[in-house]
């Protein structure tokens, strides 16, 4: 089926979302919607499966013009998505997530399960996955929950698929098999509409490539655009696609975990007897998919677990059961994983989150008042050096873009004396030239002779940061293997393999590795 | 990684990130930013729209209204007449019972009204403070009514009790009235930070405890009762404690408006200027990331609501020290702790913004009872216009869609936004 999108403009009060946005997707192609955070891909996605009206502009399938009052009316008229965020019932089986919404039912208004089961046999024969209908969606991985999404979609018999960044929770290797599967559709006769801003997916598997900035359409491209090419249409500028760094030249170990466990407020053993080292001047990343106790092991060091066992030394001195407060004083900067949960306090100004971590003592706080002249110009300073683009250090950070969170908090952090630095997902969900940003300073912190952790479930940002890969799979630590640690192996130790042979690749050749 | 950040989350359906960007705190806190985002404009308007609900009531209860309205189709200017002097006179008579007495035969019988508004505003700015206080911190503290009751009893048992210098006297009553108030209120704070026992339900519970406890401990001899009499009454304060009148004996205004307007200062000091209030506010925001930015957050728990309870016990001892000095019942706290939760919220949490709210009650309260006294007007009216008040302050779209305002997020937040992307595109 053609899909074609003529002049979609869909405002948000004053901001522009979707600026005449034209787009055709033809029939059994695979179309890559490229653009950063914020560009307007998702809002013109849910502008054409009705969850949005458009203020102007037509969507027309096979040149009929359509009216979708709400996501009924697109998947009747044959547009199927599957949501970066799998919208499943995790206590239904897979046959009863694949009914639901367009329940068959027998006389006496009983579900029809069997026609349900069937379909669902039916539909992963033609594709060849291996789904049992009566599995419970909740015990399936998530790649495995993914096609159960593609199957709903096509039960419902989708012409038109989107997939919304379908990436971002996979590994590596389920991110491959997806691949193939979207091949498949495609050779079947699907259009897809593919959201991304990965790079290297849109080169491998993209037909077309249409580039979004800013609710605008700034360009269409082939698959053999060069990263380079398709980064600066994204991003509006020539953009340095790879980290430069000096070989490590790590000193002494500073911070020892040993045996390190952690029981979650379930009582489930998360984190789970994990030791390792971290020396001066190195960068250890800590890789694995989301959810596999990453995020446990970096709140244990920074004091926000209750229930630690083992141990956690820095510079000989036990962190473990010190307050967060003491950790912090201590001389660890952190950066949370969601900055704006436990990051940033969105209704406060930038200056004023510059000092959250510091209200105690000098030189923010003297004899309990705020030193609100010393704040302001530190604030200036500090903005200006970490390139803060916002309407001046009073504006609350809850206004500024993603990008421009993340360089407050990292200005906040890195402007102390720290002895070690802890980087939760430091680039998650901001832009390109931000990435740039926060990646030069890691390294940068990495050359003054700190230890820096990073944790980061994006293989490419593990790659281009680490100087040591540590992968974690169900809370143990699986291996620590070098930087260079090729990303087939990675992928294989992420799903909870050990690999017999560990290889790697030539530095030089991380280019892109950014995207 | 999805592009919704900016866009208002639809109903339902699959925006997961918008969802994600904010922060789930408890939604009670949602409601509360809300209503302390609101423009002064809105609080304002609320008042103004309130009044004007108020002057329909008074029309439409009044009975010469009522009478001119049955032949309304023959002569309609008699009822449009009727309202017109029933509405006009009773809202004078509020402001002549509250600011100026025109009828008075000199200015310092005319300005009397306006001395007891600030009378009566003064432990309503108080007890205002420290209920703003807490929901700064993010706690709803409905408490006020037993820490007021805690902090009269221990203050007026210091007044009667103990013969003293002066000066000295008052200070320790003072001093009694509001530690009184904050171990009441501490306790609910700690029972919170160890517990997690929910504010809400703690402060009305201790409500209960302080009405019966001080009403047993009246009934006492021995305890509070005045000696010799059967009445569940304190004996009268002595001279000593009481605060000294600050306009002479022919007004009723009493120190204790200093000890509010200091308290009105300090709060500010504290929220804007002190490291203990930037960790309040923190807490208040966004407790996850004062949490992870090192600031014990059950501290500030404890912490705040001893100061709120302190604060709402300068209410209480402005009763029982200005107000009442004759010695004072169960019924000392006359229902200020629940004004002031009205107080905090049209002064939208802000110090200042408190005060001129406790003042516009308390010429409520004054203009009130000359409002029944002069025109036959129930004091009800009055109750029925401070309600009002909140609910209009509640629900900001309402007011905004009644004077058409701009809905403040679309215009205000959307913009920066797109400037600031605009920068970063260059």
Do not use: C
Not at chain 1, 71 to 98: K, R, S, Y
Not at chain 2, 57 to 66: G, K, S
Not at chain 2, 78 to 97: K, R
Request: without cysteine.
């Amino acid at each position: 089926m053609k899909l074609e999108l003529r002049g979609i403009t869909k405002r948000f009060g004053a901001l522009v979302a979707n600026d005449h946005i034209d787009l055709v997707v033809r029939p059994g192609e695979i179309h890559a919607l490229l653009g950063e955070n914020g560009a307007g891909k998702s809002t013109l996605m849910n502008v054409l499966y009705g969850l949005y009206q458009a203020d102007e502009g037509d969507i027309l399938l096979d040149d009929r013009e359509q009216h979708f009052a709400g996501p009924g009316d697109a998947m009747n008229a044959g547009i199927g998505m599957v949501h970066q965020h799998f919208m499943l019932i995790p206590v239904f089986t897979v046959a009863e997530n694949v009914m639901l919404g367009n329940e068959q039912t027998k006389a006496g208004g009983r579900l029809d399960l069997n026609a349900a089961r069937a379909r669902v046999r039916e539909i992963s024969a033609r594709f060849g996955f291996d789904l049992d209908p009566d599995a419970l969606v909740d015990d399936l991985p998530v790649g495995v929950q993914q096609r159960v999404e593609i199957i709903k979609a096509l039960s419902r018999d989708a012409k038109v698929l989107v997939f919304d960044e379908p990436t971002a929770v996979l590994t590596p290797q389920e991110t491959d098999e997806l691949m193939v599967i979207m091949g498949q559709l495609r050779d079947a006769g699907t259009s897809i509409v593919f959201i991304t801003h990965k790079l290297r997916e849109v080169r491998e598997i993209a037909d077309r490539i249409t580039i979004i900035r800013l609710g605008k359409v700034v360009g269409e491209a082939e698959p053999t655009a060069s990263n380079a090419e398709l980064a600066s249409l994204m991003v509006g500028r020539a953009v340095e696609l790879t980290v430069h760094k000096e070989l490590a030249n790590p000193g002494d170990a500073a911070l020892v975990v040993s045996d390190l466990s952690v029981v979650d407020a379930l009582g489930q053993l998360v984190v789970n007897h994990v030791s390792f080292e971290v020396r001066r001047g190195e960068v250890l990343a800590i890789a694995g998919v989301q959810g596999n106790g990453q995020t446990e092991l970096s709140e244990a060091i920074i004091g926000l677990q209750e229930k630690v066992l083992g141990s956690i030394t820095l510079d000989g001195q036990s962190l473990v059961g010190m307050s967060v407060n003491a950790v912090l004083e201590a001389g660890v900067g952190f950066v949370p994983e969601d900055r704006n949960h436990d990051g940033l306090v969105g209704e406060f100004t930038i200056a004023e989150n510059l000092m959250l971590d510091r209200s105690n003592t000098a030189p923010f706080v003297k004899r309990g008042t705020l030193q609100l002249n010393y704040l302001n110009q530190f604030a200036e300073e500090k903005t200006k050096e970490f390139d803060v683009r916002s309407q001046g250090i009073q504006t609350p950070v809850g206004r500024l873009s993603g990008g421009n969170q993340q360089k407050v908090v990292l200005a906040r952090e890195l402007s102390r004396d720290l002895r070690l630095f802890v980087a939760a997902q430091p680039t998650r969900g901001i832009d390109v030239g931000s990435i740039e940003f926060v990646h030069k300073r890691i390294v940068e912190t990495r050359d003054a002779g700190v230890p820096v952790i990073v944790v980061s479930t994006e293989l490419d940002e593990v790659v281009a940061l680490a100087d040591r890969i540590a992968v974690m799979y169900r809370g143990s630590i699986v291996g620590i293997v070098p930087g260079n640690t090729s990303r087939d192996v990675l992928g294989l130790m992420m799903a909870g393999e050990v690999p017999d042979v560990i290889t790697t690749v030539d530095t030089d050749e991380v280019e892109g590795a950014l995207l | 990684m999805s592009d919704t950040r900016v866009a208002p989350a639809p109903a339902s359906g699959p925006a997961p990130d918008s969802a994600k960007a904010v922060a789930p705190a408890p939604k009670s806190n949602q409601v509360l930013r809300d209503i302390m985002g609101g423009s002064v404009v809105i609080s304002i308007l609320a008042v103004l729209l309130a009044l004007v609900a108020g002057g329909i009531l008074i029309a439409v209860t009044d009975e010469d209204v009522q009478t001119a309205s049955g032949y309304f189709f023959s002569r309609p200017g008699d009822t449009f007449q009727a309202i017109w002097v029933a509405v006009s006179g009773a809202y004078g008579a509020l402001f002549q019972g509250s600011v100026y007495n025109f009828g008075a035969l000199d200015f310092a019988k005319g300005i009397k009204p306006l001395t007891d508004t600030l009378t009566f505003a003064t432990p309503l700015i108080a007890a205002g403070l420290g209920v703003g206080l807490a929901f700064r911190a993010g706690m709803f503290n409905i408490g006020g009514q037993g820490q007021m009751l805690i902090a009269a009893a221990a203050a007026g048992w210091v007044g009667y009790s103990f013969p003293l210098p002066y000066g000295l006297h008052l200070i320790l009553a003072v001093v009694a009235g509001i530690a009184g108030g904050a171990i009441w209120g501490g306790i609910v704070g700690l029972l919170k930070a160890r517990t997690g026992a929910h504010e809400v339900i703690v402060t009305i519970m201790l409500n209960y405890v302080a009405v019966y406890l001080v009403s047993y401990m009246l009934r006492t001899p021995g305890l509070l009762q005045a000696p010799g009499s059967n009445n569940p009454k304190t004996p009268a304060m002595l001279p000593t404690a009481v605060y000294p009148d600050l306009l002479g004996s022919s007004y009723n205004l009493h120190a204790g408006l200093l000890v509010s307007i200091a308290a009105t200062v300090f709060v500010w000091w504290l929220l804007s200027r002190s490291s203990l209030g930037f960790k309040f506010r923190a807490v208040g925001v966004n407790p996850n990331a004062a949490r992870v930015a090192g600031i014990n957050v059950k501290n500030s728990y404890i912490t705040v609501m001893l100061l709120s309870g302190g604060l709402i016990g300068i209410a209480g001892v402005a009763q029982v020290l200005g107000t009442v000095t004759t010695g004072f019942s169960s019924g000392i706290d006359a229902g200020i702790g629940f004004d002031a939760i009205t107080v905090a919220l049209l002064g939208r949490s802000r110090p200042w913004g408190i005060f001129v709210a406790g003042i516009l009650f308390g010429a409520f309260k004054a203009g009130g009872f000359a409002m029944q006294a002069g025109q036959g007007i129930p004091v009800d009216i009055v109750l029925v216009v401070q309600s009002l008040i909140v609910l209009f302050i509640a629900a900001p779209p309402l007011v905004r869609a009644v004077f058409r305002l701009p809905t403040p997020g679309v215009a205000r937040k959307k913009k920066p936004v797109k400037l600031a992307k605009a920068v970063a595109a260059k």
